[in-house]
């Protein structure tokens, strides 16, 4: 079997396991040959290297629970705490599923991320090896891109980006490169430390995105009222994961979060539309009507004259 063959199956083995679990052997088995077809058969032997190799591939356990009579992931709830294993799962799963299905590609429709996934794995290996990089950046603020080093801490993928954070030359604070923006990337000799207490989870838990820091800002409690109807979607995915529903009724719910609303946060709330309103504070209610009123002239000076005029093009 294709290494490719092997790893579909390890993907199918451990979701299966990490979904269904506590599950038993000949469960197991009896999945195994309705999935893959007649005449496949996981034996013991085949199901312990199984094991082995998605220990080993992605570092996940799989382990005989006595309690719960069946086998199960290990720390189940501390993988789904840990985005990266997790994330890891999913994404292998979605691969799987989409290799088995080719009959159905043209139905199942992905998001595109064209953010310099070429460099990807420079930067991994970097990080591995606690290598600091060289790289050549094109910045939206300059004209020409500039060339010089940087210690990649951690990696971020938001809004369909994949952005670095590191320590540059020049520079104290550590800073957010997108990978779309790179125009070139080599491992440098010179290793560097990644400091003991940095934290990339902690890094960013008090922000929405990646962006860091606001001038009228500090952490601080966050109100929002939201429809009834809007307030289903936070429900089944938060804004942010100190996300708590302090209020509902059959009209709205009141959600309160504690974050910094830098600028990518006060871009998500418009999004909304007039579903939601910000209650709290009254610095962040002022700056997004402010930025709303600006909406408005905009668009008004645009009605003017005769109106822009769309070009109807043949396919």
Request: proline residues 4%.
């Amino acid at each position: 079997m294709s290494t490719a063959g092997l790893i579909n199956r390890y993907v199918w083995f451990v979701t299966t396991i990490y979904n269904r679990g506590p599950i038993t052997l000949e469960e197991i088995q009896h999945r195994y040959e309705s999935h893959f077809g007649r005449g496949e058969e996981l034996s013991e032997r085949q199901f312990h290297r199984y094991t082995d190799a998605v220990e080993e591939l992605f570092d996940i356990e799989i382990k005989y629970s006595r309690t719960q009579r069946g086998y199960v992931v290990a720390d189940r709830e501390g993988i789904d705490n840990m985005g990266m294993r997790k994330w890891l799962i999913q994404t292998f799963s979605v691969n799987n599923i989409l290799h088995e299905s080719q009959e159905l590609k043209n139905r199942i429709l992905l998001e595109d991320v064209p953010s310099g996934q070429q460099h990807l794995t420079t930067i991994v290996d970097a990080m591995r090896e606690s290598v600091a990089l060289s790289m050549t950046y094109q910045s939206f603020g300059k004209p020409e891109p500039s060339t010089f080093e940087v210690e990649p801490y951690c990696m971020k993928l938001f809004e369909q980006r994949w952005y670095m954070l590191g320590k540059s030359e020049g520079y104290d604070e550590l800073r957010l490169y997108a990978l779309d923006r790179i125009k070139a990337l080599e491992p440098t000799e010179r290793k560097f430390k990644l400091p003991k207490k940095f934290d990339a989870a902690k890094f960013f838990e008090d922000y929405y995105g990646i962006i860091i820091g606001d001038e009228d800002f500090d952490v601080e409690p966050i109100a929002l009222k939201v429809d009834s109807w809007q307030s289903k979607y936070l429900r089944t995915l938060p804004l942010h994961h100190s996300q708590v529903e302090v209020e509902r009724n059959d009209e709205y719910s009141i959600f309160e979060y504690r974050l910094c609303p830098s600028f990518d946060f006060q871009q998500k709330l418009p999004s909304m539309g007039d579903s939601a309103g910000v209650l709290a504070p009254v610095l962040l209610k002022d700056i997004l009507r402010k930025k709303a009123e600006k909406t408005a002239n905009n668009n008004a000076s645009a009605g003017m004259g005769s109106g822009y005029h769309f070009k109807v093009y043949k396919k």
